[in-house]
Structures are given as structure tokens and as C-alpha cells.
């Protein structure tokens, strides 16, 4: 009988065993496998040039992969006749899990329209630059050395020409600044390129010093860089991450992830400059028929613009003087509260506020 037992106990034993081996191989194999990475498509702004290269380097160097998510980087800007403007395509486009925008006008723009069908429900949820790369380009020995000095004549008597895009509306914040009407400046309507100011068209030409400015030093022509800052209100943040409330509400951590994966990327980028500007051209970024020379003038240009201490955080009062700003030009009707155009829940889990 004790004899019995003994076994029974000893077979019994076994099976426990080998139900331990083969629930543990079962576990091992599981955890072998690869997990399935979580899709993200980020609309960007502009063309994939090496204003985005904190996401293109994240990419590049598995960051996003490290925090299980699979990131696609969708271009912006022109795209043959049509133009896709960051924020809109987010608010309008399901698949898109968040855009990257080059200010945040197309926000204030959404949020404060009076038809609330109309409105889009969306909220900046993270800022990558401190500063909006736009402003003025002027020749050296133009004679204009700030914003104050457009409405001065030049040595024949004749007004400074100041170039804009026809969707402009930097000749209402001049005129503001100067308090003079905008019928006092000599205003010219012209296009994205720099041949305008090359061929002496227009005296200052608006435009950013991460696309224009690189075509006039190419041109070998001496300049100065007048940024819009100079502005009152018009200091805002750039290289804005916009997302729906809907995503912002049920994707909440894949939208932490995101994040704290691009930090990473952004100081990869500060570290790796030159390595940042290669990654810009796989394919899975701007692709092979970028030059690697202009988009590591880009990054080199950018970099100062990384806030150093809290990269990605929101700065309410930018954000704010800017709607004000905006508000006081007549391009918005009303200016939001801060809550109806920022989320700072994803920033506030990173730095543990």
C-alpha cells in the first residue's frame, strides 16, 4: 500500500512537472515572438526635409520600435495642385494618428470657428522648436536692419517692396507695429521662391530661413534674417505635434510613446547632425532625391531652436500672445481659452508634473 502511494504521488509529480515544461516552453516561445508593433501615420507639415529629422532619425534608429509602435511620416506642403496643411488632415483623416505642423494657425483657425459643425476638434499636445523659422529676408546693404525700418524710403525716395505670399497676412501685423495703415507699405504678392529677392523684385522677401534662406546663400548673395518675433505676439512655437480629441482621449499612452520615442530622436539629432541629415534621405524619410549638404544646413540651423531643458513642452504664454496676436489682426473671431487648444496630459506623464 505504501508502496502504492509512493508512486502515484511520483507519477502525479511528473505530470506536474512536465505540464511546468511545457507551460514554460509555451511562455518562452511567446515571448520570442515578435510583437506586434502598433501602427502610427504622422502627417507632417511640409516635405520630409530635415525640419522633421527628430521623427526620420527615430525611424531610422528603431526608437519608435523600442516603444512597440510602427511609424510612417507622411509629407505635407504641396502635393501637385493641392496643399495638405498638417492640423486639417488630422481632424479629417482617421487614419492618421497625428500631424506635425509649422505653427499652430491652422489650430487657432480650427477651434474658433463660429459654426460649431465647423470646428475642428483637435489640441497641440507637444512643440518641438521655441521659435517659428519665418520672417524677412533683406539684403545686407539694403538698409534694413528690422521690421521698423520697412516703412522708411530708400535713397531715391521710393518705398522698400516687401514680398508675401498672396495667403499672407504679415502686411496687417507690419502695419500693426507700425501703426500706419497697410496702404502705407509697398506690398508685392509673389510665390514660394526666392527669385523675387534675386533678381531685386522686392526689397525683403517673407519666408523661412529653412527654405529660402538656403537657396539665397546658394546664390552667394550677403543677407539678414529678420524674424517675425520681432513682432509683438508673433514669438511662437514651431513644429507643433496636433492630434483629435478622440486620440488624445483613447490613444493616450501610444501618444506618450510617440513622445518620449521622438525626445530621443531630437537628441539624436543634436548629437548626430551629420548622421541625422543621411537618415533624411532613406526612403522611409524625404528620400534619396534630398540633398544631404541642404538638409544638414537645415538640422545645423534648427538646432538652437530645441528647447534644452524640456524637449516637446508647450508653452502657454507663446501660445496665448500668439492667439491674441492673431485675434487683433481679424483672422480668428475669438481667442480660445487655452484648454480648447491644448492637451497637456502625454508632456505632463513624461515629466511626471
Known amino acids: 500500500m505504501k508502496k502504492s502511494l509512493i508512486v502515484i504521488i511520483t507519477i502525479i509529480a511528473l505530470i506536474l512537472v512536465g ?24 502627417q507632417a507639415g511640409w516635405l520630409l526635409n530635415g525640419e522633421f529629422a527628430n521623427v526620420c532619425s527615430a525611424i531610422i534608429n528603431g526608437f519608435y520600435k523600442e516603444q512597440n509602435l510602427d511609424v510612417e511620416l507622411v509629407p505635407g506642403g504641396p502635393v501637385g495642385a493641392s496643399f ?8 479629417q483623416d482617421d487614419s492618421l494618428t497625428l500631424g506635425i505642423d509649422g505653427d499652430t494657425v491652422p489650430l487657432l483657425r480650427g477651434v474658433t470657428k463660429q459654426n460649431e459643425s465647423e ?21 545686407s546693404d539694403s538698409g534694413l536692419n528690422s521690421i521698423k525700418d ?56 517673407a519666408g523661412y530661413w529653412t527654405t529660402q534662406v538656403y537657396e ?19 514669438n511662437q512655437q514651431s513644429m507643433v505635434a496636433i492630434a483629435t480629441d478622440k486620440v488624445l482621449q483613447n ?19 543634436k548629437n548626430n547632425p551629420q548622421k541625422a541629415a543621411e ?22 540651423k534648427s ?11 508647450l508653452y502657454e504664454n507663446q501660445i496665448m500672445d500668439f492667439a491674441n496676436a492673431y485675434k487683433n489682426l481679424g483672422q480668428i473671431p475669438s481667442v480660445p481659452q487655452n484648454s480648447e487648444v491644448t492637451d497637456y496630459s502625454i508632456l505632463n506623464a513624461i515629466y511626471k508634473k
Open 119 to 139: 470646428k475642428l476638434k483637435v489640441k497641440a499636445f507637444a512643440a518641438f522648436w521655441n521659435q517659428n523659422p519665418y520672417g524677412f529676408i533683406v539684403r
Open 216 to 234: 539665397v546663400e546658394k546664390a552667394g548673395v550677403s543677407y539678414k534674417f529678420l524674424n517675425a518675433s520681432e513682432l509683438p505676439g508673433w
Open 84 to 91: 495638405v496643411i498638417a492640423t486639417n488632415a488630422v481632424a
Open 19 to 42: 505540464f511546468a515544461i511545457y507551460f514554460g516552453y509555451q511562455l518562452i516561445k511567446k515571448n520570442e515572438q515578435p510583437q506586434k508593433l502598433e501602427k502610427v501615420r504622422v
Open 251 to 269: 490613444k493616450k499612452d501610444v501618444l506618450e510613446r510617440w513622445l518620449r520615442a521622438t525626445i530621443k530622436g531630437t537628441e539624436f539629432v
Open 150 to 205: 520697412f516703412i522708411k524710403r530708400k535713397p531715391d525716395g521710393s518705398k522698400y517692396k516687401i514680398g508675401v505670399t498672396a495667403d499672407s497676412v504679415a502686411q496687417y501685423a507690419i502695419a500693426s507695429y507700425l501703426n500706419v495703415p497697410v496702404s502705407d507699405l509697398d506690398i508685392i504678392i509673389v510665390g514660394f521662391d526666392t527669385t523675387p529677392f534675386l533678381t531685386r523684385q522686392v526689397d525683403a522677401l
Open 303 to 313: 538646432l538652437p531652436l530645441f528647447d534644452q531643458t524640456k524637449p516637446g513642452w
Open 279 to 300: 537618415n533624411i534621405l532613406d526612403s522611409r524619410c524625404g528620400g534619396p532625391t534630398f540633398n544631404k549638404e541642404q538638409e544638414l544646413w537645415v538640422i545645423q
